[in-house]
């Protein structure tokens, strides 16, 4: 399974932006998918999950509210709609696939794409 990230780039605060995940599997539709990220000097993060079907999503407490996560099984992709960003925002995203269920945990990952950058100027 290859994942190609893209949508990243600069953004104001209080702007948006849609980062997008393809896959090249066929069994796209047959694991949940999440996205992480690492801001400079921190650890990689959880951000969002979304399950096999599409109807079970988490979302770390500091992007409630404001992120979307979403998949389109036809098309093997996953996206992340971000509104209302913030400077503490600003990271490399990178998505997620392969675990059985929506969950946080890195380890439950076993394929993952390169990051796209978000920038998120004040």
């Known amino acids: 399974v290859q994942l190609q990230a893209s949508g990243g780039g600069l953004v104001q605060a209080g702007g948006s932006r849609r980062l997008s995940c393809a896959s090249s599997?066929?069994?796209?539709?047959?694991?949940?998918l999440g996205w992480f990220r690492r801001a400079p000097g921190k650890e990689r993060e959880f951000v969002a999950a979304?399950?096999?079907?599409?109807?079970?999503?988490n979302y770390s407490d500091s992007v409630k509210g404001r992120f979307t996560i979403s998949r389109d099984n036809a098309k093997s992709t996953v996206y992340l709609q971000m509104n209302s960003l913030k400077p503490e925002d600003t990271a490399d995203y990178y998505c997620?696939?392969?675990?059985?269920?929506?969950?946080?945990?890195?380890?439950?990952?076993?394929?993952w794409g390169q990051g796209t950058q978000v920038t998120v100027s004040s």
């Open positions: 599997g066929r069994t796209f539709s047959n694991y949940a």
């Open positions: 997620a696939a392969g675990a059985a269920i929506a969950t946080m945990s890195p380890a439950a990952y076993p394929y």
């Open positions: 979304i399950s096999r079907g599409g109807y079970r999503k």
